[in-house]
């Protein structure tokens, strides 16, 4: 998909008396600095952002996404508690889910009409996931429906969803996290004989999926989305994503799961048929809800490793919900995160200096300070972690990063 032109942007914004930002810490506004996409698609990836609903009416926000961003997620409506519809399921004439994608539809809308492309996020995830689904006629009051049931609705959902934003909306989105969070973090979480440490509970809730649609539920996933692609022809790149995957534990579970995913079918000559193309690796970084941890240079080189683990299997990388956590405003520290950003940027330059380009794409969740977050996204982020601040204002973190991306 073609982007407008720097100079074309440059010019549309700086007529746009919305699109400004105040000066910031770095002494300057966004308008003074070429779009930072342009120099990291100069190092082989993608410079992604988020956005939910709300920011619809958010003009100073989109306006800052659309002079740097050339990919961009939906937080949550893109999801599949967002989109399944159980009153439009309980009347469906083939018994198949059905869906709403009002909200959904004017994000992707607008990242169309603005040249971004969209991350899909995301298709299968047991967290939140509506009980519904899994009964009889939609119906929490009824028992869960048998697991032929489930699996062919399983299935339906992925190929209606790809297939309706592809239609609608064609190549706008480029891949899609097809399952999230499948792994488990303790002991407790998954079967001990499982090398793939695939979620049992989550928080002592059962996993609806590996329950319902079986043990292979990830691999089934990304069998259905595969298929729904290339019957479509689209070119759709289709992602694992969890969290803490800069972990030795976690990275190795996400390695088994890889391979059993990608040798789960054959094809007609009987050759293991790629279901899954990449890995996402969410970049929280930095003590959850706490300035201890945060800004260790020891997860700089953590990240580093297991991009070059990953890209070893053959799997492409993407940085997927980045918050550089900070949980304090004072100038040695905003100083100090505005370092750790650049050195990070650094890492990523270095991984994908070679003729091979594992990292494809880098996107921040953190991308704006929000000290009056709620208690969850506030611990999630770091209300000081951003590259704009609270008022719009251009960061020195996002300094740090323009510098290091146009070397």
């Known amino acids: 998909m073609k982007r407008i032109t720097s100079v074309l942007l440059f010019l549309a914004l700086c007529l746009c008396p919305l699109a400004g930002l105040a000066v910031g810490e770095s002494g300057k506004t966004t308008e003074e600095y070429a779009p930072l996409y342009t120099l990291t698609e100069n190092h082989g990836f993608k410079m992604g952002g988020c956005f939910a609903y709300r920011h619809l009416k958010d003009e100073k926000y989109l306006a800052f996404m659309k002079q740097h961003f050339n990919s961009i997620t939906c937080t949550n409506e893109t999801k599949a508690y967002s989109l399944l519809d159980q009153k439009a399921s309980k009347a469906s004439d083939d018994g198949m889910p059905r869906m709403n994608y009002y909200q959904a539809d004017k994000m992707v809308e607008w990242a169309r009409d603005n040249g971004l492309q969209v991350r899909g996020h995301v298709l299968v995830w047991d967290a939140y996931m509506n009980d519904w689904f899994f009964r009889e006629g ?9 697991q032929e049931t489930v699996r062919a609705r399983t299935k339906s959902y992925i ?3 790809i ?3 592809e239609e609608k909306f064609p190549g706008v989105i480029y891949c899609w996290d097809v399952v999230n969070e499948a792994i488990g973090d303790n002991a407790n979480e998954w079967d001990s004989k499982d090398e793939r440490h695939l979620r049992t509970v ?6 609806l999926f590996k329950t319902h649609v079986g043990d292979d539920y990830v691999e089934f996933s990304f069998l259905c989305a595969r298929d729904t692609v290339e019957k479509l022809g689209a070119d759709i790149r289709l992602f694992y994503n969890d969290y803490n995957m800069f972990s030795s534990n976690k990275r190795q579970a996400a390695i088994h799961l890889a391979r059993s995913v990608n040798n789960y079918a054959m094809d007609e000559n009987g050759n293991p048929r790629k279901l899954m193309d990449g890995m996402g690796m969410q970049g929280y970084i930095g003590g959850y809800g706490k300035q201890q941890g945060c800004m260790n240079e020891s997860d700089l080189s953590r990240i580093e490793a297991s991009i070059r683990l ?10 997927t919900e980045m918050a ?13 995160h505005a370092d750790f950003c650049g050195k990070l940027f650094e890492v990523f330059r270095e991984v994908n200096a070679g003729e091979a380009k594992p990292l494809t794409c880098v996107a921040f969740w953190g991308v704006q300070d929000n000290p009056y977050a709620s208690d969850y996204s506030w611990r999630m982020n770091g209300p000081y972690g951003g590259l704009i601040t609270e008022k719009y204002a251009v960061k020195t973190s996002f300094d740090a990063i323009h510098t290091v991306m146009s070397k």
Do not use: M
Not at 325 to 335: C, G, L, M, P, V
């Open 159 to 161: 190929e209606q969803v």
């Open 138 to 146: 939609y119906d929490t009051a009824k028992p869960y429906a048998d």
């Open 163 to 165: 297939t309706h934003f």
């Open 310 to 319: 990953y890209a070893r299997e053959g799997l492409e990388v993407h940085i």
């Open 324 to 336: 550089v956590r900070n949980y304090e405003k004072d100038e040695e520290t905003i100083k100090k």
């Open 202 to 207: 989550r928080s002592g809730t059962d996993n």
